[in-house]
């Protein structure tokens, strides 16, 4: 068997996992650190800035097709969107669409606890830029793609920035969310939510069971070969065509199914669960061993997609 | 109560240097994280080794200053601007990432 390292896409940083993720020596930078393209709000508060914003953008080849690719950090802000780095986000976004070479897909390495609160509504207008930008992109029938495995997860606005993208790669050691466990806690109680409780955080937004729900399209180790497989998997051309793999068409009529199979889950759960919720709801998925997910690895998991997911 | 005033930080040390680092692409090195730092090597005119840092951490300016004295006398580098935006490392922490991104320098 042909054994290799692991790397941890989790430990990496941004720049790591870019460098790793697509193919070697590829990546070219569009505002690199030395043009100093920083936060002009950080330095009021008497917080340092980072000199790329705490994300990198720019393009590179993935498997020889040109991507797009950006890079969050988590560790700068918790990858929170300023208005600078929301600004880079939608640049690398228009550029698929304005730019003179138009990219096979656009790639994100989600990271992040969503809006930068430090810069407040300007940083609540960049998401929401973002998100504009990538349904712009997508609307252009080019694919984008969102990877999460980062540390700090995937949360807020750029948790809902991934669900408004083709394709969403996880590892099981990602999260995938809207309100942060931390918030959830502060604003419903401990009671009902409690952050430090590491094993309800992850079986309600980990990877495994944003996998099992349909919210994660692939579920892979926390490994960046096995997040570089994945992105070239997803944008791959169908069977024998030549053309990019196009992106999913977003229409009235894919967005009220959409619609109706969130009610359907809201609707699944009954309402007193005797034992914990998230098991109960993989049961009624058609996990029959759903008791053990937590302790499976991927691979195993992977075996055992309910038949009932993408309810 | 303390004079210094709220924000952060700037200090800026120039040493004259010995060992010239010609033309070369910009190299970054860590992140802007808690007890971390990031590093950034740009080419500069002229001889001296220029080190400018922002940091969130105010009032060790004597420190910071045996840190880059201690480096530039471990590479004695020349025509070089090292650029820092720290939040709170430790002096041991600085050093290494300092040399961290000498040994990422493509000469």
């Known amino acids: 068997m042909n054994r290799r390292t692991t790397i941890s896409f989790a430990e990496c940083t941004a720049r790591e996992r870019l460098a790793l993720l697509v193919d070697a020596n590829s990546f070219h930078e569009w505002l690199p650190p030395a043009q100093r393209v920083t936060s002009t709000h950080l330095a009021q508060l008497g917080v340092p800035s980072a000199f790329d914003d705490g994300v990198a953008i720019g393009h590179a080849q993935l498997a020889g097709r040109t991507v797009f690719i950006a890079a969050q950090e988590g560790e700068f802000m918790g990858g929170g969107v300023g208005e600078v ?4 986000l939608v640049g690398m976004l228009r550029r698929a669409i304005t730019g003179t070479e138009r990219p096979h897909a656009v790639l994100i390495l989600a990271e992040s606890g969503g809006v930068r609160l430090h810069e407040a509504n300007a940083g609540l207008i960049a998401v929401s830029e973002v998100m504009r930008a990538l349904l712009d992109v997508r609307s252009a029938g080019i694919r984008v793609v969102v990877l999460i495995g980062g ?3 995937c949360f807020g606005g750029m948790g809902i920035v991934a669900r408004c993208a083709d394709w969403v790669v996880m590892s099981d050691t990602g999260r995938l969310a809207m309100s942060g466990p931390e918030v959830i806690e502060a604003s419903h109680g401990v009671q009902e939510y409690d952050s430090r409780d590491r094993a309800l955080v992850w079986r309600t937004s980990g990877g495994k069971h944003r996998w099992i729900c349909g919210d994660c399209d692939v ?3 926390d490994d960046v070969m096995a997040f570089r497989e994945a992105a070239i998997a997803a944008i791959s051309p169908d069977g024998d065509s030549s053309q990019p793999r196009p992106a999913t068409l977003i229409t009235l009529e894919s967005l009220e199914q959409e619609h109706a199979l969130l009610t359907a889950r809201l609707a699944l759960l009954p309402d007193h669960v005797v034992g914990d919720e998230a098991v109960a709801l993989w049961k009624l998925y058609g996990l029959g061993n759903a008791g053990d997910v937590a302790e499976m690895n991927v691979e195993s ?3 055992q997609r309910p038949t009932g997911s993408q309810i | 109560m303390t004079d210094i005033p709220v924000g952060l930080e700037t200090l800026r040390f120039v040493f004259a240097g010995h060992r010239p680092t010609g ?3 910009p190299v970054l090195v860590g992140v802007v994280g808690s007890g971390n730092l990031e590093v950034l090597l740009e080419p500069r005119e002229g001889s001296g080794c220029e080190l400018h840092i922002e940091t969130s951490a105010r009032g060790f300016g004597s420190i910071w200053e045996a840190v880059a004295r201690d480096f530039h006398e471990r590479h004695q580098l020349a025509g070089i601007r090292v650029s820092v935006n720290d939040m709170g490392a430790t002096p ?8 961290q991104a000498v040994t990422e320098l493509v000469l």
């Open chain 1, 85 to 88: 780095h929301g600004a880079k």
């Open chain 1, 151 to 153: 540390s700090n997860g």
């Open chain 1, 219 to 221: 579920l892979v180790e």
């Open chain 1, 301 to 303: 998991l992977l075996t």
């Open chain 2, 23 to 25: 033309v070369f692409a």
């Open chain 2, 92 to 99: 041991a922490v600085v050093s290494l990432r300092l040399d």
